[in-house]
């Protein structure tokens, strides 16, 4: 990689980072191939992204569209999010792949623990790029704690504090790692940013929050079930956390293929969408719907922004792929914390494509349902690109109607399996942390268990 790409790091984690991408370990050259950007957006769907595009309120994925591939990607049901996003990093159903639910039971036997990277039974992307010799970071993607041995980096979803562990009172104690390789976890850590450092003004830039309310925001101690003014804190920040270390990595580093999950359109779609569309309830006080109604909107345009950054720190020669792991529309219920949540998910999420690989697609053309996109497909699309086969094992398909002819033609021959090429962790060290019965009755609150 170029020595420009690593100026960012003190030189001995520059060193570390040459030894985790592989720069140093002498094996040859991977197959050829492009470099992919995959960005993961919990909860995004087209009913808002697509009006805000033609309005020009987004214009970085409007001008990924307009000379790319966009569609509808449909979701499973039930849409818990663990499992949708190991299904996108897999390709794999989620039965096949083991993340079925919030929790899931350890091996032995004993009371449900949190999904967590142990229990996935199948190679992930990342997984399959470092057999296939590609360099991949990865960015706080859903179930990558404990974090895997990879060509490159995994900053966890663990690393940043977010608002399931205030509900569960977990963290992962001070010496498990959150992050591979450990030597750059200290330079990641100081790229996170605390809630209680939540910017004002962006809260104001997201709706028209009293100052009372600002106060209310900024001062929540912890995230609250259900309740959208101090979930927003813990979400938002998150979200930058994350999006401000992808960029640094893709800023400093020339990676084959880089993950990175966004979390706040889902949490925020579910506490304030009944002041984006009142009408679909009863009892919104219409004062409150002109001054929060557009914070669902503006966290698509914050998006927006986070995107345009990423793609340019990426670089020209990026394959860009946005994706969400299902849509939103109106539950007909107010929020209301511990109760109700006014936003709820509906299938229809959104896929979007734009690079050297990804031929410019007509508005329609995959909006037919023998080529409707679903988020099975993500994957072998995504080793596609990479210049690696998929596998027959796996339930998706390489979404060749939206690949350039000459990627088209290059796409590989599928093998067997990647599965039988990776070592995978020990499923026994999926044991249960502090804080797991906790959590559990939290999704039983939620309505995710029974």
């Known amino acids: 990689m170029p020595e420009s790409r690593r100026s960012a790091f003190p030189p001995l984690v520059a060193a570390v980072l ?5 720069a140093c370990d002498g094996r040859e050259p991977g197959p050829a191939g492009g470099r992919v950007l995959l960005v ?12 805000l595009m033609d309005a020009g309120r987004m214009p970085r994925l409007r001008e990924l569209s307009e000379r790319g591939a966009r569609a509808t990607l449909l979701s499973e049901a039930p849409m818990w999010s663990p499992a949708l996003w190991t299904t996108i990093a897999t390709g794999k ?29 199948t190679a992930a992307i990342w997984n399959i790029a470092t057999i296939g010799k590609k360099s991949v970071d990865v960015v706080g993607w859903w179930a990558s704690w404990p974090p895997e041995p990879v060509n490159g980096i995994v900053v966890s979803d663990r690393t940043a504090r977010e608002r399931f562990a205030d509900w569960t009172r977990e963290a992962p104690a001070a010496s498990a790692a959150t992050v591979h390789p450990r030597e750059i976890e200290r330079e990641m850590r100081a790229l996170v940013l605390t809630p209680d450092a939540v910017d004002p003004a962006d809260l104001k830039a997201l709706a028209g929050f009293t100052d009372e309310e600002i106060a209310r925001i900024a001062g929540a101690p912890e995230a609250v079930l259900y ?23 893709l800023a400093t ?45 503006n966290a698509y345009v914050a998006l927006d922004d986070i995107v345009g950054r990423l ?10 792929i946005v994706c969400s792991d299902h849509g939103f529309r109106a539950s007909g219920r107010l929020t209301k914390p511990y109760e109700a949540q006014s936003g709820e998910h509906a299938p229809d999420g959104i896929l979007l494509a734009a690079g050297p690989a990804i031929r410019k697609t007509a508005p329609g053309d995959l909006a037919s349902e023998a080529l409707a996109p679903t988020v099975r497909d993500v994957a072998p699309t995504v080793l596609a690109i990479l210049g690696l086969p998929s596998a027959r094992d796996m339930d998706g398909r390489v979404l060749r109607e939206i690949l350039s002819e000459g990627a088209a033609a290059r796409v590989p021959e599928p093998i067997e399996s990647w599965d039988r090429l990776w070592k995978r962790a020990s499923p026994e060290a999926a044991a249960a942390s502090p804080g797991d019965e906790a959590y559990v009755e939290q999704l039983r609150a939620l309505g995710y268990l029974r």
């Open 18 to 22: 040459a030894i985790a991408s592989g």
């Open 40 to 51: 993961g957006v919990d909860g995004a769907t087209w009913r808002v992204a697509g009006p």
């Open 93 to 121: 159903k989620r039965e096949s792949h083991g993340i079925t639910s919030f929790t899931l039971e350890p091996p032995g036997g004993g009371a449900p623990v949190l999904a967590n990277s142990r229990f996935r039974r």
């Open 227 to 249: 309740d959208g003014y101090s979930v927003l804190k813990f979400a938002w920040q998150a979200q930058k956390s994350y999006a401000r270390i992808a960029e640094r990595l």
């Open 253 to 297: 580093r020339a990676t084959d293929l880089t993950a990175v999950y966004l979390v706040a359109i889902d949490p925020l779609s579910h506490a304030f969408w009944q002041y984006r569309e009142p009408e679909a309830f009863d009892g919104v006080d219409p004062g409150d719907a002109r001054r929060l109604g557009p914070i669902v909107d």
């Open 311 to 320: 793609v340019d720190a990426a670089g020209p020669d990026v394959n860009v």
